[in-house]
């Protein structure tokens, strides 16, 4: 098992872990494109697909095609920005929109990821222990700038 802190976490760590979080008997489908303005070690390529079809994950480099897709900005925060929102929900996503971090094409969407998908600080760790990452700090230092941590 990897030894990660939250703030050092890799989008490939957090998206081997999606599958874990898709709340049990979800039967909804979405599709997100997500597009990354800052790209760095941890976030190597400019825009990502995301499916959550069901109780299945997929995601690849790219953006779908699919008509469907809601396209997800992520300005500032890279994957912090990410789990933020996979830890405070709702609340931290409605500040990351207003301070500028995000702009999703679509809100209700985007607000569904939060209906398919466990939030929570103790849903994201065991998720990303069932992917193979345990978290050794679960910090986030965002959620301090965005006054919820």
């Not at 079809?53 to 469907?68: A, F, H, N, R």
């Not at 997800?72 to 994957?79: D, P």
């Not at 607000?111 to 939030?119: N, P, V």
Request: negative net charge; contains cysteine; charged residues 20%.
């Amino acid at each position: 098992m990897i030894q990660v802190a939250l703030k050092d976490l890799t989008l490939t760590q957090l998206m081997e872990a999606l599958p874990y979080l898709v709340t049990e008997g979800n039967q909804e489908t979405y599709i997100y494109n997500v597009q990354f303005d800052e790209t760095d070690e941890r976030v190597p390529g400019k825009s990502y697909w995301l499916k959550i079809d069901k109780m299945q994950v997929s995601w690849g480099e790219g953006e779908s095609t699919d008509p469907e897709a809601t396209s997800f900005q992520i300005m500032r925060g890279s994957v912090d920005t990410i789990l933020a929102m996979q830890v405070e929900g709702l609340r931290a996503a409605t500040n990351l929109m207003i301070l500028g971090y995000i702009f999703p094409s679509d809100i209700p969407k985007a607000e569904a990821w939060f209906r398919i998908l466990q939030i929570g600080e103790k849903a994201v760790v065991d998720a990303l222990a069932k992917a193979g990452c345990a978290v050794t700090d679960p910090t986030i230092p965002l959620l301090q700038e965005l006054s919820l941590g």
